[in-house]
């Protein structure tokens, strides 16, 4: 299952498509508190993350991740480079990713279905 959480649902869905195009399972949330409640009842493979959600709401979704289920990996996606120094890797343990909003959707679809690959 391939959690999407992003505040653009027109961007939300385009990512959808093409993940659906993999055959994943897709679910898409529009906030932290949908996104929490998801992961309480579901398991996640992989959340791609819109690191501008609503003010700090991106880390909750983080936090709760890592602490319910920290094997699910994040794949953040920002329109800003206020992390590219890679310090988000360090600060969330199970980021897998970070890209621009912008990069192919394509691009996002196989990068998730490397991270949601079960070894």
């Not at 969330?92 to 192919?104: H, K, R, Y």
């Amino acid at each position: 299952m391939i959690l999407i959480v992003a505040g653009n649902p027109d961007l939300a869905g385009i990512w959808a498509r093409h993940l659906q195009r993999q055959n994943q399972a897709v679910a898409v949330m529009d906030s932290a508190q949908g996104a929490v409640d998801f992961l309480r009842n579901n398991a996640v493979d992989v959340i791609v993350l819109d690191l501008m959600l609503e003010k700090t709401g991106a880390f909750s979704v983080a936090d709760y991740a890592s602490y319910r289920q920290p094997f699910t990996k994040i794949v953040f996606v920002t329109r800003q480079s206020f992390f590219s120094d890679g310090s988000l890797f360090r600060h969330i343990p199970n980021t897998a990713a970070i890209i621009q909003e912008d990069a192919p959707p394509s691009d996002l679809a196989e990068i998730v279905a490397y991270h949601g690959r079960v070894c």
